[in-house]
């Protein structure tokens, strides 16, 4: 299983960013698919979850909701997290995150930067 996310960097307050996670060795169609975020100083925080079928259910932490927006494309096995209305407080490593066979496979992060 590889997890490859991308698409971080430095933004201001108020601005976009799209993060992508490339997955490949495992049949990806069939999992669900998650979004996590670690703060300087603090513990990785659950983001976003998508189901495994492309436009299935969709849930959020109340922290990003309404501004935040996961999707899927199963023909390029790749997840995103489309990110708008940034704050500084959205500062942090992305991670992406599938669970298969009770294990948790994470990506590498990619680093979101907001500043005010």
């Known amino acids: 299983v590889q997890l490859v996310e991308s698409g971080g960097g430095l933004v201001q307050a108020g601005g976009s960013l799209r993060l992508s996670c490339a997955a490949s060795?495992?049949?990806?169609?069939?999992?669900?698919m998650s979004w996590y975020r670690q703060a300087p100083g603090k513990g990785r925080e659950w983001v976003s979850t998508?189901?495994?079928?492309?436009?299935?259910?969709?849930s959020y932490a109340d922290s990003v909701k309404g501004r935040f927006t996961i999707s899927r494309d199963n023909a390029k096995n790749t997840v995103y997290l489309q990110m708008s209305s940034l704050k500084p407080e959205d500062t942090a490593v992305y991670y992406c995150?599938?669970?298969?066979?009770?294990?948790?496979?994470w990506g590498q992060g990619t680093q979101v930067t907001v500043s005010s």
């Open positions: 060795g495992f049949t990806f169609s069939s999992y669900s």
């Open positions: 995150k599938t669970t298969i066979a009770t294990i948790a496979n």
């Open positions: 998508i189901n495994r079928s492309a436009g299935s259910t969709t």
